[in-house]
């Protein structure tokens, strides 16, 4: 079993920054993929940005130049500039490999709100 726990949302002026983390906790064999994803009240949730372990890095268009995601032992993004409109609750994602053999998950996190005011 995987947990994962995130921390850093808030509450911040339009412009402002915040830096969220994902710690993983328990036993794996190691973390094929990270990401980022958030939900805003009353839409689908969305792809922020991924990781993956060769270190290639996908963002949303709505995000690029302003977010920054990257990762070791657990999975941070840096939010710079932010916009009202990044108003979400945003869930961290770690796709881990159980084993030396093929054996994939993915977990979750419990979604910290970020609330960007004008």
């Known amino acids: 079993q995987v947990q994962l726990v995130e921390s850093g949302g808030g509450l911040v002026q339009a412009g402002g920054s915040l830096r969220l983390s994902c710690a993983a906790s328990?036993?794996?064999?190691?973390?094929?993929?990270m990401g980022w994803y958030r939900q805003a009240t009353g839409k689908q949730r969305e792809l922020v940005a991924t990781?993956?372990?060769?270190g290639s890095t996908n963002y949303a268009d709505s995000v690029k130049g302003r977010f920054t995601i990257s990762g070791d032992n657990a999975v941070y993004l840096q939010m710079n500039s932010l916009k009202p409109e990044d108003t979400a609750v945003y869930y961290c994602?770690?796709?881990?490999?159980?084993?030396?053999?093929?054996?994939?998950?993915?977990?979750w996190g419990q979604g910290t709100q970020v609330t960007v005011s004008s």
């Open positions: 994602n770690v796709r881990v490999r159980e084993s030396s053999i093929y054996l994939t998950s993915d977990y």
């Open positions: 990781i993956t372990r060769g």
């Open positions: 328990g036993r794996f064999f190691s973390i094929d993929a």
